[in-house]
């Protein structure tokens, strides 16, 4: 099924969850969402409301460090940040191909690094931009 969802504009921090928990319900094992959007756009905040609708009501941070954040909920939830480690060999080393052999979600901000290694049939583009103050606009792109 290709997923489309008319989010529309959020005007707050809450709305851009509430955008999370309405995709959580139709998202499926293997699907790959790459969230594109600014630096501080919302895509963290977003990612917070996926895995807020699946049960998990503790901290949802930047993976910074980590590069990689695990919810161990069902289904599974993978979140990547490839902002910071642009070195294709140093996500080998992390085992980057074994999450998209699972049946877990992922999702990823700043894709790009990893594009040769997304599997193009599940995935999909959400487009986070900042349309002034607490403005987001916030949809499935091409
Ligand atoms: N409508 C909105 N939706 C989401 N965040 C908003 C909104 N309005 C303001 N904000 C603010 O924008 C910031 C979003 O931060 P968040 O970590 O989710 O962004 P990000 O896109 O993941 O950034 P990064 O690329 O640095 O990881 C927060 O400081 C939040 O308070
Ligand atoms: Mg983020």
Redesign the pocket.
Known sequence: MKKDIDFGI????????QFGKKLAKIIEPGDVFK?E????????????GVVNALGYNGIVS?P?YTLINEYNINPKIVHI?C?REQNIDRWFFLGINDYFDDNSIIFI??PEILESIIPINKSYKIR?K?IG????D?RFSL
């Open positions: 959020s005007y707050g921090i809450n709305e851009t969850i969230l959007g600014d630096l501080g756009a919302g895509k963290t905040t977003f990612i917070k930047s910074t940040d902002y901000e700043w986070i900042s103050n607490n403005k987001r916030i």
